[in-house]
Protein backbone atom coordinates (compact mmCIF):
# COMPACT_ATOMS: atom_id res chain seq x y z
CA UNK A 1 0.00 0.00 0.00
CA UNK A 2 1.19 3.75 -0.89
CA UNK A 3 2.15 4.95 2.58
CA UNK A 4 1.50 8.41 3.83
CA UNK A 5 4.72 10.29 3.47
CA UNK A 6 3.52 13.58 3.62
CA UNK A 7 6.39 15.60 3.73
CA UNK A 8 8.40 15.55 7.30
CA UNK A 9 9.27 18.83 8.03
CA UNK A 10 5.15 20.16 7.32
CA UNK A 11 4.24 17.11 10.08
CA UNK A 12 7.05 18.51 12.44
CA UNK A 13 5.66 21.58 12.09
CA UNK A 14 2.07 20.34 12.32
CA UNK A 15 2.14 17.71 15.04
CA UNK A 16 5.10 19.14 16.78
CA UNK A 17 8.65 19.48 16.32
CA UNK A 18 10.55 16.62 15.00
CA UNK A 19 12.82 14.38 16.27
CA UNK A 20 15.05 15.58 13.66
CA UNK A 21 14.26 18.96 12.61
CA UNK A 22 17.43 20.95 14.30
CA UNK A 23 18.23 22.70 11.11
CA UNK A 24 17.00 26.46 10.74
CA UNK A 25 17.88 26.63 7.10
CA UNK A 26 15.10 26.39 4.25
CA UNK A 27 15.60 21.98 3.65
CA UNK A 28 15.32 23.15 -0.04
CA UNK A 29 18.11 24.80 0.37
CA UNK A 30 20.06 22.63 2.64
CA UNK A 31 22.61 20.80 0.69
CA UNK A 32 23.78 18.66 3.96
CA UNK A 33 20.26 17.91 4.91
CA UNK A 34 19.78 16.60 1.85
CA UNK A 35 22.43 14.34 1.30
CA UNK A 36 22.69 13.52 4.89
CA UNK A 37 21.68 9.48 4.55
CA UNK A 38 25.70 9.13 2.94
CA UNK A 39 27.21 10.58 5.87
CA UNK A 40 30.09 8.35 7.96
CA UNK A 41 28.94 7.82 11.17
CA UNK A 42 32.44 7.82 12.97
CA UNK A 43 33.38 11.47 11.68
CA UNK A 44 30.29 12.98 12.17
CA UNK A 45 27.60 10.96 14.79
CA UNK A 46 25.20 11.24 12.44
CA UNK A 47 23.84 7.48 11.50
CA UNK A 48 24.14 7.59 7.39
CA UNK A 49 25.40 4.67 5.17
CA UNK A 50 29.29 5.46 4.65
CA UNK A 51 28.95 6.07 1.01
CA UNK A 52 31.97 7.74 -0.41
CA UNK A 53 34.17 5.52 2.37
CA UNK A 54 33.13 2.26 0.69
CA UNK A 55 33.76 2.95 -3.05
CA UNK A 56 37.26 4.39 -1.79
CA UNK A 57 37.95 1.28 0.09
CA UNK A 58 36.70 -0.66 -2.69
CA UNK A 59 38.49 1.10 -5.89
CA UNK A 60 41.83 1.32 -3.79
CA UNK A 61 41.72 -2.47 -3.83
CA UNK A 62 41.90 -3.01 -7.47
CA UNK A 63 38.43 -4.16 -7.76
CA UNK A 64 36.36 -3.20 -11.15
CA UNK A 65 33.50 -2.88 -10.91
CA UNK A 66 30.32 -4.39 -12.69
CA UNK A 67 27.23 -2.82 -13.34
CA UNK A 68 24.13 -4.52 -11.57
CA UNK A 69 20.86 -4.46 -12.45
CA UNK A 70 18.51 -3.56 -9.55
CA UNK A 71 14.60 -4.02 -10.20
CA UNK A 72 12.59 -1.28 -8.39
CA UNK A 73 8.90 -2.62 -8.18
CA UNK A 74 6.95 -0.05 -7.39
CA UNK A 75 4.12 2.15 -8.43
CA UNK A 76 6.02 3.13 -11.76
CA UNK A 77 8.91 5.33 -12.40
CA UNK A 78 9.74 8.29 -14.50
CA UNK A 79 12.26 6.66 -17.18
CA UNK A 80 13.17 10.21 -18.58
CA UNK A 81 13.61 11.86 -14.96
CA UNK A 82 16.95 13.64 -15.13
CA UNK A 83 18.45 11.85 -11.98
CA UNK A 84 17.41 8.62 -14.05
CA UNK A 85 17.52 8.66 -17.64
CA UNK A 86 21.10 7.61 -17.63
CA UNK A 87 21.00 4.92 -15.25
CA UNK A 88 18.54 2.73 -16.74
CA UNK A 89 18.64 -0.57 -17.18
CA UNK A 90 17.36 -1.18 -20.99
CA UNK A 91 16.09 -4.89 -22.55
CA UNK A 92 18.92 -5.90 -24.94
CA UNK A 93 17.11 -8.07 -26.73
CA UNK A 94 13.93 -5.82 -27.46
CA UNK A 95 13.21 -3.41 -30.63
CA UNK A 96 11.70 -0.57 -29.06
CA UNK A 97 8.29 0.28 -30.28
CA UNK A 98 7.77 -2.46 -32.99
CA UNK A 99 5.06 -4.38 -31.62
CA UNK A 100 6.92 -7.56 -31.44
CA UNK A 101 7.94 -9.61 -28.48
CA UNK A 102 11.60 -9.67 -29.96
CA UNK A 103 13.32 -11.67 -26.96
CA UNK A 104 10.42 -14.29 -26.69
CA UNK A 105 9.73 -13.63 -23.49
CA UNK A 106 5.75 -13.12 -23.17
CA UNK A 107 6.27 -9.48 -22.96
CA UNK A 108 6.00 -7.08 -25.66
CA UNK A 109 8.36 -3.51 -25.82
CA UNK A 110 9.23 -4.42 -22.46
CA UNK A 111 12.71 -1.86 -22.82
CA UNK A 112 12.86 -0.75 -19.48
CA UNK A 113 10.81 -3.19 -17.90
CA UNK A 114 6.89 -4.29 -17.16
CA UNK A 115 3.72 -3.02 -15.63
CA UNK A 116 1.50 -5.54 -14.18
CA UNK A 117 -0.92 -3.00 -13.53
CA UNK A 118 -2.48 -1.70 -17.09
CA UNK A 119 -3.99 -3.23 -20.25
CA UNK A 120 -4.85 -2.31 -23.02
CA UNK A 121 -7.53 0.47 -22.47
CA UNK A 122 -5.03 2.47 -19.78
CA UNK A 123 -3.45 1.86 -15.98
CA UNK A 124 -4.99 1.08 -12.43
CA UNK A 125 -3.82 4.21 -10.30
CA UNK A 126 -6.45 3.36 -7.20
CA UNK A 127 -7.10 0.21 -6.01
CA UNK A 128 -8.88 -1.27 -2.97
CA UNK A 129 -7.17 -2.22 0.11
CA UNK A 130 -6.54 -5.92 0.69
CA UNK A 131 -9.00 -6.73 3.43
CA UNK A 132 -11.56 -5.18 1.11
CA UNK A 133 -10.98 -7.80 -1.60
CA UNK A 134 -10.81 -10.91 1.20
CA UNK A 135 -13.97 -9.13 2.32
CA UNK A 136 -15.85 -8.95 -1.22
CA UNK A 137 -14.79 -12.18 -1.74
CA UNK A 138 -15.64 -14.32 0.94
CA UNK A 139 -18.52 -12.57 2.80
CA UNK A 140 -21.53 -14.56 1.18
CA UNK A 141 -19.54 -17.88 1.75
CA UNK A 142 -18.77 -17.12 4.94
CA UNK A 143 -22.42 -14.71 6.25
CA UNK A 144 -24.65 -15.49 3.78
CA UNK A 145 -28.28 -15.76 4.27
CA UNK A 146 -28.04 -19.44 5.28
CA UNK A 147 -26.60 -20.50 8.53
CA UNK A 148 -25.86 -23.87 8.19
CA UNK A 149 -24.13 -22.90 5.13
CA UNK A 150 -21.86 -20.51 6.66
CA UNK A 151 -21.12 -22.34 9.36
CA UNK A 152 -20.32 -25.84 7.05
CA UNK A 153 -17.64 -23.15 4.59
CA UNK A 154 -16.17 -22.03 8.00
CA UNK A 155 -15.49 -26.07 9.13
CA UNK A 156 -14.40 -26.75 5.79
CA UNK A 157 -11.94 -23.12 5.09
CA UNK A 158 -10.37 -22.63 8.70
CA UNK A 159 -7.57 -20.15 7.57
CA UNK A 160 -9.67 -18.17 4.83
CA UNK A 161 -12.24 -17.97 7.45
CA UNK A 162 -9.54 -16.43 9.94
CA UNK A 163 -8.30 -14.19 7.34
CA UNK A 164 -11.89 -12.88 6.78
CA UNK A 165 -12.18 -12.03 10.22
CA UNK A 166 -9.15 -10.40 10.45
CA UNK A 167 -10.10 -8.47 7.54
CA UNK A 168 -13.24 -7.72 8.68
CA UNK A 169 -12.14 -6.31 11.71
CA UNK A 170 -9.62 -4.60 10.29
CA UNK A 171 -12.05 -2.76 7.49
CA UNK A 172 -14.40 -2.20 10.18
CA UNK A 173 -11.50 0.52 12.14
CA UNK A 174 -10.15 1.29 9.23
CA UNK A 175 -12.34 2.66 6.83
CA UNK A 176 -14.06 4.88 9.75
CA UNK A 177 -10.39 6.11 10.44
CA UNK A 178 -9.41 7.27 6.83
CA UNK A 179 -13.41 8.96 6.58
CA UNK A 180 -12.59 10.54 9.81
CA UNK A 181 -9.07 11.72 8.71
CA UNK A 182 -10.20 13.01 5.63
CA UNK A 183 -13.03 15.23 6.67
CA UNK A 184 -10.37 16.32 9.40
CA UNK A 185 -7.96 17.41 6.21
CA UNK A 186 -10.47 18.72 4.02
CA UNK A 187 -11.81 20.79 6.80
CA UNK A 188 -8.23 21.98 7.53
CA UNK A 189 -7.50 22.71 4.22
CA UNK A 190 -11.18 24.61 4.27
CA UNK A 191 -9.73 26.95 7.24
CA UNK A 192 -6.24 28.00 5.39
CA UNK A 193 -7.57 31.15 3.96
CA UNK A 194 -8.57 32.20 7.77
CA UNK A 195 -5.64 31.10 9.27
CA UNK A 196 -3.47 32.68 6.63
CA UNK A 197 -6.06 36.29 7.17
CA UNK A 198 -4.88 36.02 10.96
CA UNK A 199 -1.18 37.47 9.86
CA UNK A 200 -2.49 40.21 8.72
CA UNK A 201 -0.42 40.92 5.36
CA UNK A 202 2.65 39.95 8.08
CA UNK A 203 5.56 37.53 7.68
CA UNK A 204 5.35 34.34 9.96
CA UNK A 205 7.23 35.02 12.63
CA UNK A 206 7.47 34.47 16.24
CA UNK A 207 7.10 38.26 16.78
CA UNK A 208 4.07 38.72 14.35
CA UNK A 209 1.95 35.96 15.78
CA UNK A 210 2.98 37.00 19.49
CA UNK A 211 0.98 40.11 18.50
CA UNK A 212 -1.99 38.59 17.36
CA UNK A 213 -4.55 38.07 20.00
CA UNK A 214 -7.70 35.97 18.70
CA UNK A 215 -11.24 36.47 19.23
CA UNK A 216 -13.25 33.39 18.65
CA UNK A 217 -11.82 29.65 18.89
CA UNK A 218 -11.75 28.95 15.64
CA UNK A 219 -8.72 31.91 15.72
CA UNK A 220 -7.34 30.51 18.83
CA UNK A 221 -6.71 27.35 17.01
CA UNK A 222 -5.49 28.77 13.38
CA UNK A 223 -3.27 30.54 15.86
CA UNK A 224 -2.24 27.17 17.08
CA UNK A 225 -1.29 25.83 14.08
CA UNK A 226 0.22 28.63 12.71
CA UNK A 227 2.81 28.53 15.72
CA UNK A 228 3.76 24.96 15.28
CA UNK A 229 4.25 25.56 11.11
CA UNK A 230 6.28 28.48 11.85
CA UNK A 231 9.04 25.91 13.63
CA UNK A 232 9.56 24.79 10.17
CA UNK A 233 12.26 25.99 7.86
CA UNK A 234 10.82 25.19 5.13
CA UNK A 235 7.94 28.56 5.83
CA UNK A 236 9.29 30.59 8.88
CA UNK A 237 9.47 33.69 7.69
CA UNK A 238 7.87 33.87 4.82
CA UNK A 239 5.20 36.10 3.12
CA UNK A 240 1.21 34.99 3.69
CA UNK A 241 1.14 34.04 0.26
CA UNK A 242 4.01 31.95 0.32
CA UNK A 243 2.75 30.40 3.77
CA UNK A 244 -0.80 30.06 2.06
CA UNK A 245 1.05 28.03 -0.81
CA UNK A 246 2.78 25.79 1.91
CA UNK A 247 0.08 24.93 3.65
CA UNK A 248 -2.33 23.78 0.47
CA UNK A 249 0.49 22.06 -0.93
CA UNK A 250 0.78 20.00 2.13
CA UNK A 251 -3.08 19.72 2.58
CA UNK A 252 -3.42 18.40 -1.05
CA UNK A 253 -0.72 15.34 0.12
CA UNK A 254 -2.85 14.82 2.74
CA UNK A 255 -6.12 14.52 0.74
CA UNK A 256 -4.57 12.74 -2.01
CA UNK A 257 -3.94 10.15 0.11
CA UNK A 258 -6.81 9.95 2.53
CA UNK A 259 -9.63 10.58 -0.34
CA UNK A 260 -9.04 7.50 -2.02
CA UNK A 261 -9.09 5.66 1.12
CA UNK A 262 -12.57 6.93 1.75
CA UNK A 263 -14.07 6.75 -1.45
CA UNK A 264 -12.54 3.93 -3.09
CA UNK A 265 -9.65 1.57 -1.12
CA UNK A 266 -12.78 0.37 1.52
CA UNK A 267 -15.33 0.64 -1.18
CA UNK A 268 -16.81 -3.04 -1.73
CA UNK A 269 -18.81 -1.87 -4.68
CA UNK A 270 -15.60 -0.80 -6.25
CA UNK A 271 -12.78 -2.60 -8.21
CA UNK A 272 -10.94 -1.23 -11.25
CA UNK A 273 -8.91 -5.17 -12.06
CA UNK A 274 -11.13 -5.18 -15.38
CA UNK A 275 -8.62 -2.04 -16.48
CA UNK A 276 -5.95 -4.98 -16.79
CA UNK A 277 -7.65 -7.76 -18.92
CA UNK A 278 -6.43 -10.99 -17.03
CA UNK A 279 -8.19 -13.49 -15.73
CA UNK A 280 -7.64 -12.10 -12.37
CA UNK A 281 -8.76 -15.57 -10.54
CA UNK A 282 -6.17 -17.40 -12.43
CA UNK A 283 -3.13 -17.19 -9.65
CA UNK A 284 -0.69 -18.93 -12.53
CA UNK A 285 -1.62 -16.44 -15.31
CA UNK A 286 1.88 -14.67 -16.44
CA UNK A 287 1.50 -12.67 -19.12
CA UNK A 288 -0.96 -9.47 -19.03
CA UNK A 289 0.03 -5.85 -18.32
CA UNK A 290 1.65 -3.25 -20.98
CA UNK A 291 5.14 -1.50 -20.81
CA UNK A 292 3.80 2.18 -19.13
CA UNK A 293 6.69 2.73 -16.97
CA UNK A 294 5.49 5.49 -15.22
CA UNK A 295 1.45 4.61 -15.19
CA UNK A 296 -1.23 7.25 -12.97
CA UNK A 297 1.31 8.22 -10.02
CA UNK A 298 4.92 7.58 -10.81
CA UNK A 299 6.10 9.62 -7.27
CA UNK A 300 6.82 7.14 -5.19
CA UNK A 301 8.53 4.66 -7.25
CA UNK A 302 10.81 7.53 -8.75
CA UNK A 303 11.60 8.54 -5.10
CA UNK A 304 12.88 5.12 -4.29
CA UNK A 305 14.93 4.50 -7.56
CA UNK A 306 16.17 8.50 -7.36
CA UNK A 307 17.81 6.66 -3.49
CA UNK A 308 19.37 3.40 -5.38
CA UNK A 309 20.85 5.01 -8.08
CA UNK A 310 19.75 8.65 -9.03
CA UNK A 311 22.53 11.29 -11.13
CA UNK A 312 23.24 15.05 -9.51
CA UNK A 313 22.50 17.14 -12.41
CA UNK A 314 22.75 20.79 -12.89
CA UNK A 315 22.37 22.31 -9.36
CA UNK A 316 20.74 19.12 -7.97
CA UNK A 317 23.60 17.54 -5.66
CA UNK A 318 21.47 14.35 -5.00
CA UNK A 319 22.85 10.92 -6.05
CA UNK A 320 21.83 7.47 -5.40
CA UNK A 321 23.88 4.97 -2.84
CA UNK A 322 24.50 3.17 -5.82
CA UNK A 323 24.54 5.77 -8.43
CA UNK A 324 27.72 4.77 -9.98
CA UNK A 325 27.21 0.92 -10.60
CA UNK A 326 23.46 0.21 -10.68
CA UNK A 327 20.57 0.51 -13.65
CA UNK A 328 17.17 0.30 -12.71
CA UNK A 329 14.35 -2.25 -14.30
CA UNK A 330 11.24 -0.58 -13.48
CA UNK A 331 8.65 -3.18 -12.34
CA UNK A 332 4.72 -1.66 -11.87
CA UNK A 333 2.76 -3.52 -9.58
CA UNK A 334 1.95 -0.93 -6.62
CA UNK A 335 -1.43 0.69 -6.80
CA UNK A 336 -2.61 3.30 -4.49
CA UNK A 337 -4.08 0.93 -2.53
CA UNK A 338 -2.59 -3.01 -2.05
CA UNK A 339 -0.93 -4.39 -4.03
CA UNK A 340 -1.93 -7.87 -5.16
CA UNK A 341 0.01 -10.82 -4.86
CA UNK A 342 -0.45 -12.12 -8.13
CA UNK A 343 1.61 -9.08 -9.75
CA UNK A 344 3.71 -8.59 -6.65
CA UNK A 345 4.76 -13.09 -7.77
CA UNK A 346 4.62 -11.99 -11.16
CA UNK A 347 6.84 -8.54 -10.80
CA UNK A 348 9.54 -10.92 -9.42
CA UNK A 349 9.75 -13.54 -11.58
CA UNK A 350 9.77 -11.20 -14.50
CA UNK A 351 13.19 -9.46 -12.56
CA UNK A 352 14.95 -12.83 -12.31
CA UNK A 353 14.42 -13.85 -15.16
CA UNK A 354 15.45 -10.65 -17.03
CA UNK A 355 18.70 -10.37 -15.25
CA UNK A 356 18.10 -8.36 -11.91
CA UNK A 357 20.07 -9.35 -9.18
CA UNK A 358 18.61 -7.41 -6.90
CA UNK A 359 14.84 -6.78 -5.89
CA UNK A 360 13.44 -3.58 -3.96
CA UNK A 361 10.42 -4.22 -2.35
CA UNK A 362 8.80 -1.07 -0.84
CA UNK A 363 5.48 -1.62 0.08
CA UNK A 364 3.38 -4.32 2.52
CA UNK A 365 0.02 -4.87 3.60
CA UNK A 366 -1.73 -6.67 6.19
CA UNK A 367 -3.02 -10.08 5.02
CA UNK A 368 -2.03 -11.95 2.02
CA UNK A 369 -4.76 -14.52 0.04
CA UNK A 370 -1.92 -15.20 -2.49
CA UNK A 371 1.04 -15.51 -0.11
CA UNK A 372 1.86 -19.05 -1.20
CA UNK A 373 2.58 -17.54 -4.91
CA UNK A 374 4.64 -15.11 -3.79
CA UNK A 375 6.43 -17.53 -1.58
CA UNK A 376 7.26 -19.48 -4.47
CA UNK A 377 8.41 -16.31 -6.46
CA UNK A 378 11.26 -15.93 -3.24
CA UNK A 379 12.08 -19.21 -3.41
CA UNK A 380 12.60 -18.75 -6.76
CA UNK A 381 14.61 -15.71 -6.75
CA UNK A 382 16.86 -17.36 -3.61
CA UNK A 383 17.31 -20.17 -6.26
CA UNK A 384 19.01 -17.82 -8.91
CA UNK A 385 20.71 -16.11 -6.56
CA UNK A 386 18.76 -13.12 -6.16
CA UNK A 387 18.91 -10.80 -3.26
CA UNK A 388 15.01 -9.81 -2.16
CA UNK A 389 14.86 -6.03 -0.07
CA UNK A 390 11.83 -5.05 1.64
CA UNK A 391 10.29 -2.27 3.43
CA UNK A 392 9.55 -3.45 7.15
CA UNK A 393 6.53 -1.52 7.38
CA UNK A 394 5.13 2.14 8.40
CA UNK A 395 2.53 1.44 10.85
CA UNK A 396 4.69 1.84 14.90
CA UNK A 397 4.38 -1.55 14.80
CA UNK A 398 6.04 -5.17 16.47
CA UNK A 399 6.48 -7.12 13.51
CA UNK A 400 5.36 -10.24 15.25
CA UNK A 401 2.15 -8.68 16.77
CA UNK A 402 1.58 -6.87 13.19
CA UNK A 403 1.49 -8.51 10.29
CA UNK A 404 3.06 -7.16 6.91
CA UNK A 405 3.32 -9.02 3.98
CA UNK A 406 5.04 -10.11 2.01
CA UNK A 407 7.35 -11.73 4.70
CA UNK A 408 10.38 -14.67 4.74
CA UNK A 409 8.37 -16.08 7.91
CA UNK A 410 5.90 -18.81 7.19
CA UNK A 411 4.69 -18.28 11.05
CA UNK A 412 5.51 -15.61 13.34
CA UNK A 413 6.69 -18.14 15.57
CA UNK A 414 8.91 -19.33 13.68
CA UNK A 415 13.08 -19.09 14.89
CA UNK A 416 14.37 -18.30 11.67
CA UNK A 417 13.22 -17.44 7.95
CA UNK A 418 12.84 -20.01 5.41
CA UNK A 419 14.64 -18.25 3.15
CA UNK A 420 18.49 -16.85 2.99
CA UNK A 421 17.91 -14.12 0.67
CA UNK A 422 15.60 -11.50 1.92
CA UNK A 423 16.52 -8.77 4.15
CA UNK A 424 14.13 -6.61 5.94
CA UNK A 425 14.78 -3.09 6.79
CA UNK A 426 13.50 -0.75 9.54
CA UNK A 427 13.59 2.91 9.39
CA UNK A 428 16.20 5.48 10.89
CA UNK A 429 16.60 9.00 11.59
CA UNK A 430 20.00 11.63 11.54
CA UNK A 431 18.97 11.93 15.38
CA UNK A 432 21.13 9.81 17.25
CA UNK A 433 18.89 10.11 20.38
CA UNK A 434 15.81 9.21 18.95
CA UNK A 435 17.19 6.80 16.29
CA UNK A 436 13.97 5.17 15.43
CA UNK A 437 11.81 6.46 12.91
CA UNK A 438 8.71 7.06 15.10
CA UNK A 439 6.14 5.49 12.48
CA UNK A 440 8.91 2.17 11.45
CA UNK A 441 8.03 -1.41 12.21
CA UNK A 442 10.43 -2.91 14.36
CA UNK A 443 11.21 -6.71 16.39
CA UNK A 444 14.34 -8.09 17.08
CA UNK A 445 13.61 -11.24 14.96
CA UNK A 446 11.94 -10.05 11.91
CA UNK A 447 13.64 -6.69 10.86
CA UNK A 448 17.07 -7.29 10.31
CA UNK A 449 18.69 -4.10 9.99
CA UNK A 450 18.30 -0.11 9.93
CA UNK A 451 19.02 2.42 7.42
CA UNK A 452 17.94 6.48 6.81
CA UNK A 453 13.84 6.36 6.28
CA UNK A 454 13.18 9.78 7.22
CA UNK A 455 13.89 13.16 5.57
CA UNK A 456 15.41 11.36 2.52
CA UNK A 457 15.93 13.77 -0.33
CA UNK A 458 15.36 12.04 -3.89
CA UNK A 459 13.29 12.47 -7.20
CA UNK A 460 10.12 12.37 -7.49
CA UNK A 461 7.78 12.46 -10.73
CA UNK A 462 7.84 15.41 -12.65
CA UNK A 463 11.32 16.50 -12.98
CA UNK A 464 11.03 17.21 -9.47
CA UNK A 465 12.51 16.58 -6.23
CA UNK A 466 11.44 15.96 -2.86
CA UNK A 467 11.88 14.84 0.61
CA UNK A 468 9.76 11.80 1.52
CA UNK A 469 9.92 9.35 4.73
CA UNK A 470 9.11 5.66 5.51
CA UNK A 471 10.60 2.03 5.48
CA UNK A 472 10.01 3.07 1.51
CA UNK A 473 12.87 4.98 1.69
CA UNK A 474 14.72 2.57 4.30
CA UNK A 475 14.89 -0.26 1.68
CA UNK A 476 16.53 1.24 -1.53
CA UNK A 477 19.05 2.80 0.79
CA UNK A 478 19.62 -1.20 1.30
CA UNK A 479 19.07 -2.51 -2.21
CA UNK A 480 21.60 0.57 -3.31
CA UNK A 481 24.26 -0.44 -0.70
CA UNK A 482 23.93 -4.19 -1.59
CA UNK A 483 24.21 -3.13 -5.45
CA UNK A 484 27.54 -1.60 -4.60
CA UNK A 485 28.95 -5.11 -2.90
CA UNK A 486 27.70 -6.92 -5.82
CA UNK A 487 28.97 -4.82 -8.10
CA UNK A 488 32.83 -4.79 -6.92
CA UNK A 489 32.42 -8.46 -5.62
CA UNK A 490 30.18 -10.17 -8.43
CA UNK A 491 30.58 -13.83 -6.41
CA UNK A 492 28.97 -12.93 -3.27
CA UNK A 493 25.45 -14.54 -2.59
CA UNK A 494 22.82 -13.00 -1.20
CA UNK A 495 23.02 -14.93 2.09
CA UNK A 496 26.42 -13.24 1.92
CA UNK A 497 25.82 -9.40 1.30
CA UNK A 498 23.09 -9.73 4.12
CA UNK A 499 25.78 -11.33 6.85
CA UNK A 500 27.74 -8.57 5.73
CA UNK A 501 25.58 -5.77 6.21
CA UNK A 502 24.48 -7.24 9.33
CA UNK A 503 27.64 -8.05 11.06
CA UNK A 504 28.74 -4.52 10.57
CA UNK A 505 26.08 -2.31 11.31
CA UNK A 506 26.77 1.03 13.69
CA UNK A 507 24.89 0.23 16.64
CA UNK A 508 22.98 2.30 19.14
CA UNK A 509 21.84 1.86 23.02
CA UNK A 510 19.66 5.01 22.57
CA UNK A 511 16.22 4.10 23.62
CA UNK A 512 13.47 2.94 20.82
CA UNK A 513 10.95 5.06 21.79
CA UNK A 514 8.02 2.48 21.78
CA UNK A 515 5.52 3.45 23.98
CA UNK A 516 4.25 -0.03 24.97
CA UNK A 517 7.74 -1.18 25.81
CA UNK A 518 9.35 2.11 27.17
CA UNK A 519 12.75 0.52 28.90
CA UNK A 520 13.43 -1.25 25.19
CA UNK A 521 16.89 0.04 23.28
CA UNK A 522 17.68 0.11 19.93
CA UNK A 523 19.85 -2.01 19.78
CA UNK A 524 17.31 -4.76 20.60
CA UNK A 525 15.11 -4.22 18.04
CA UNK A 526 16.33 -5.81 15.15
CA UNK A 527 18.49 -8.35 13.93
CA UNK A 528 21.81 -6.60 13.33
CA UNK A 529 20.83 -3.86 16.51
CA UNK A 530 21.87 -1.23 14.33
CA UNK A 531 21.87 1.24 10.97
CA UNK A 532 24.12 -0.57 8.22
CA UNK A 533 27.73 1.35 7.02
CA UNK A 534 28.76 0.31 3.28
CA UNK A 535 32.30 0.73 4.08
CA UNK A 536 32.51 -1.37 7.00
CA UNK A 537 29.94 -4.31 4.79
CA UNK A 538 32.45 -3.95 2.30
CA UNK A 539 35.42 -4.62 4.11
CA UNK A 540 33.58 -7.52 6.14
CA UNK A 541 32.37 -8.91 2.56
CA UNK A 542 36.39 -8.92 0.94
CA UNK A 543 37.65 -10.07 3.90
CA UNK A 544 35.47 -12.90 4.63
CA UNK A 545 33.98 -13.28 1.28
CA UNK A 546 35.70 -12.15 -1.61
CA UNK A 547 39.58 -12.86 -1.14
CA UNK A 548 38.65 -16.41 -0.27
CA UNK A 549 37.18 -16.72 -3.89
CA UNK A 550 37.82 -13.82 -6.06
CA UNK A 551 36.84 -13.55 -9.23
CA UNK A 552 39.16 -12.29 -12.29
CA UNK A 553 38.19 -8.50 -12.01
CA UNK A 554 41.47 -7.40 -10.44
CA UNK A 555 43.23 -6.92 -12.94
CA UNK A 556 43.00 -6.75 -16.87
CA UNK A 557 46.18 -8.73 -17.41
CA UNK A 558 45.51 -12.81 -18.16
CA UNK A 559 46.59 -14.62 -15.19
CA UNK A 560 49.05 -16.82 -15.33
CA UNK A 561 48.74 -20.82 -15.55
CA UNK A 562 50.16 -20.75 -12.13
CA UNK A 563 48.01 -18.42 -10.19
CA UNK A 564 45.03 -19.35 -12.08
CA UNK A 565 45.95 -22.96 -10.21
CA UNK A 566 45.07 -20.85 -7.00
CA UNK A 567 41.92 -19.11 -8.13
CA UNK A 568 38.90 -21.13 -6.59
CA UNK A 569 35.13 -20.62 -7.88
CA UNK A 570 32.55 -21.26 -5.14
CA UNK A 571 29.49 -22.87 -6.53
Known sequence: MKKFFISALFLSGFLGFAQSATTTLDPMKDKDLMTWYHKDFATTNVYGVNTQNAYKFLNSKGLKPKTVTVAVLDSGVQIDHP????????????????????????????????????????????????????????KDIFEGPDTATNKANQAKMPEEFAMYMKSKD???KKSIEAKQNYEFYNNLNKSIPSMVALLNGKNLIAENLAAIKPTT??????????????????????????????????????????????????????????????????????????????????LHGTHVAGIIAGLPNGDEIQYGVASKVAKIMTIRAVPDGDERDKDIANGIYYAVNNGAKIVNMSF???????????????????DKGVLLVHAAGNDNADLEKDDNFPTNFKKVTDAKPFLNNVITVGASTNDDAHLRASFSNYNGKMVDVFAPGEQIYSSVAGNKYQYLQGTSMASPVVAGAAAVLLAYMPNLTPAQIIESLEKTVNKSTANADISDAPNETFNKISVSGGVIDLYKAAVYAYDHFYKKNPVKTLNKKAPTKKRNKKVKHRK
Request: no cysteine; net charge negative; aromatic share 12%.
Open 364 to 382: GKSVSPGKQKVWEAFKYAQ
Open 217 to 298: QEDAKNLQILSRVAQDPAVAGKSPEEVQKFLSDQMKEALDYYEPQATKQYNLDFDPRSIVGDDYSNINEKYYGNNHYEGPDA
Open 83 to 138: ALKNNLWTNPNEIPGNGIDDDKNGYIDDVHGWNFIGGKDGDVGVDNLEVTRVIRQY
Open 170 to 172: LYT
